[in-house]
């Protein structure tokens, strides 16, 4: 059964930073894609950063420059390093991996598989 785990998340100041891990396991589970969204109260879930098996990766125009989505293979983890916190950034943040091939939009919530349960980053001014 594969899972996801994230961590990572807490209450920071605005300008702050996190990361955020995603620890994937499960028995010879090779994901194509792996992806962070978030959902902030009352809103739809969000695209903000995926990173693709051949190593591109994608960023929502609101975390380009401030984002970064990596992965450790060897640790089958998923990181989001989140610099320059801004208050709008206060969401749910989770994990999701996706076995298919590769869609023209990375942040098509359908087209991933596997979902984490969430960690909450909160951001104060």
């Known amino acids: 059964r594969v899972q996801l785990v994230e961590s990572g998340g807490g209450a920071v100041q605005a300008g702050g930073s996190l990361r955020l891990s995603c620890v994937v396991s499960?028995?010879?589970?090779?994901?194509?894609?792996m992806a962070w969204f978030r959902q902030p109260p009352g809103k739809k879930r969000e695209g903000v950063a995926a990173i693709y098996v051949g190593g591109s990766t994608y960023y929502a125009d609101s975390v380009k420059g401030r984002f970064t989505i990596s992965q450790n293979n060897a640790k089958n983890t998923v990181y989001l390093q989140m610099n320059s916190l801004k208050p709008e950034d206060t969401a749910m943040y989770y994990c999701?991996?996706?076995?298919?091939?590769?869609?023209?939009?990375?942040?098509?919530?359908?087209?991933?598989?596997?979902w984490g349960q969430g960690t909450q980053v909160t951001v104060s001014s």
């Open positions: 499960g028995n010879t589970y090779n994901p194509n894609a």
């Open positions: 999701a991996a996706a076995l298919g091939i590769a869609t023209l939009d990375p942040f098509t919530v359908d087209y991933y598989n596997e």
